[in-house]
């Protein structure tokens, strides 16, 4: 389906096309792509990003045509195109924060429009992004902070906050705002734990499960982080000890919080390997048919990897030793 018109007649004939497909398939979620590198939005000035933002836009017109001839301009035009799309996506985020100051301001301003919010969750959700940013987020019109203390005293711009707090921030904003509007979406995130210590990887993971658990929002990560499958895997066990032994609820409400815990039957998980035309198995799935848990297998190969390594230089340590 090619349209041959202006790029304003283009965009009204792409939204339309857009929402008889979603008419077809029911779908009527919000979209995003949430890439690596988010950071992007955090530590450049709003000058270089607005042309950065317009540099994109050129970028994948350009491309755009370049992919009626190659399939390598196709791919790259797509990425332009999902790069611009969290960028705009990113500018109302802002806009929303800046509005309302910080996160309780926000809570505190749909308090009193919407009698409806599910207090308990966004609680939740504000407590795991405190700790998270190992502080407080606070947007002053002026800049984006982050503040360490409760008289507000202590504080960093978030353009010069860890690397950690910046790749992290978007995706708090973002799910915080999907839980507190219960909207309806669909996002993609690109590592989610980039930069974050374990402990930060645990609770980023929670809060996407708490927005799932409490909203109708589909969500797929992809991940290189070892800790990322164990976390995923001990909510996932909690949720099935708690299926089995419902008087084990509250016991295990004291380690990992019902809100948070996963359902195997919401989950689906797999391994991406190098593509060999000789074998089919560069894609299959890690959860064990019967548990419904993340393969024991998996996880052990992941960890002989590292242990193999140490057994290897202890053995030449040893030989060495004792030579």
């Given at each position: 389906?090619?349209?041959?018109?202006n790029?304003?007649?283009?965009?009204k004939h792409l939204?339309?096309?857009?929402s008889?497909?979603?008419?077809?398939?029911?779908?009527?979620?919000?979209s995003?792509?949430?890439?690596?590198?988010?950071?992007?939005?955090?530590?450049?000035p709003?000058q270089?990003r607005f042309?950065?933002?317009?540099?994109?836009?050129?970028?994948f017109?350009?491309?755009s045509?370049?992919a009626k001839?190659?399939?390598?301009?196709?791919?790259?035009?797509?990425d332009l195109?999902?790069m611009k799309?969290f960028?705009?996506e990113i500018e109302?985020?802002?806009?929303?924060?800046?509005?309302?100051?910080d996160?309780?301001?926000?809570?505190?301003?749909e308090e009193s429009?919407?009698?409806?919010l599910?207090?308990s969750?966004?609680?939740?959700?504000?407590?795991i992004?405190n700790?998270?940013l190992?502080g407080?987020?606070?947007n002053?019109?002026?800049?984006?902070?982050?503040?360490?203390?409760?008289?507000?005293?202590?504080y960093v711009h978030?353009?010069?906050?860890?690397?950690?707090?910046?790749?992290?921030?978007?995706?708090l904003?973002d799910?915080?705002?999907i839980l507190i509007d219960?909207?309806?979406?669909?996002?993609?995130?690109?590592?989610?734990?980039?930069?974050?210590?374990?402990?930060?990887?645990?609770?980023?993971?929670e809060?996407?499960?708490?927005?799932?658990?409490?909203?109708?929002?589909?969500?797929i990560?992809?991940?290189?982080?070892?800790y990322?499958?164990?976390?995923?895997n001990?909510?996932?066990?909690?949720?099935r000890i708690?299926k089995?032994y419902?008087?084990?609820k509250?016991?295990?409400?004291?380690?990992?919080?019902n809100?948070?815990?996963?359902d195997?039957?919401?989950?689906?998980?797999?391994s991406?390997k190098?593509f060999?035309?000789?074998k089919d198995?560069?894609?299959?799935?890690?959860?064990?048919?019967?548990?419904?848990?993340?393969d024991?297998?998996?996880?052990?190969?992941i960890?002989?990897?590292?242990?193999?390594d140490?057994n290897e230089?202890y053995n030449?340590?040893?030989?060495?030793?004792?030579?």
């Amino acid at each position: 389906y090619e349209i041959r018109a202006n790029e304003s007649t283009k965009a009204k004939h792409l939204n339309r096309l857009v929402s008889i497909v979603n008419r077809l398939f029911e779908d009527k979620s919000t979209s995003l792509f949430v890439p690596a590198g988010r950071n992007i939005t955090v530590s450049y000035p709003n000058q270089f990003r607005f042309l950065f933002f317009g540099d994109i836009s050129i970028q994948f017109e350009k491309k755009s045509d370049e992919a009626k001839k190659n399939k390598y301009s196709e791919e790259h035009s797509v990425d332009l195109h999902l790069m611009k799309e969290f960028l705009k996506e990113i500018e109302g985020v802002q806009d929303r924060f800046k509005k309302h100051r910080d996160f309780n301001g926000l809570v505190e301003y749909e308090e009193s429009i919407n009698d409806k919010l599910n207090k308990s969750n966004i609680e939740q959700a504000i407590k795991i992004i405190n700790h998270i940013l190992k502080g407080k987020y606070v947007n002053d019109s002026f800049s984006e902070k982050i503040f360490f203390d409760d008289d507000e005293n202590r504080y960093v711009h978030l353009q010069n906050a860890s690397s950690g707090q910046q790749e992290s921030i978007r995706i708090l904003q973002d799910l915080f705002l999907i839980l507190i509007d219960n909207k309806n979406a669909f996002r993609v995130f690109e590592e989610p734990e980039a930069h974050l210590y374990p402990k930060a990887q645990k609770l980023i993971i929670e809060l996407l499960s708490l927005v799932v658990n409490s909203t109708n929002t589909q969500i797929i990560i992809t991940t290189h982080s070892p800790y990322i499958l164990s976390i995923v895997n001990n909510l996932l066990y909690a949720n099935r000890i708690v299926k089995k032994y419902p008087k084990s609820k509250s016991d295990i409400q004291e380690i990992i919080s019902n809100q948070v815990q996963l359902d195997s039957k919401d989950i689906s998980a797999y391994s991406l390997k190098e593509f060999s035309e000789e074998k089919d198995e560069y894609c299959s799935s890690i959860l064990h048919p019967e548990t419904g848990l993340i393969d024991q297998n998996y996880l052990d190969d992941i960890s002989e990897e590292l242990s193999d390594d140490f057994n290897e230089l202890y053995n030449i340590h040893n030989n060495l030793i004792n030579g």
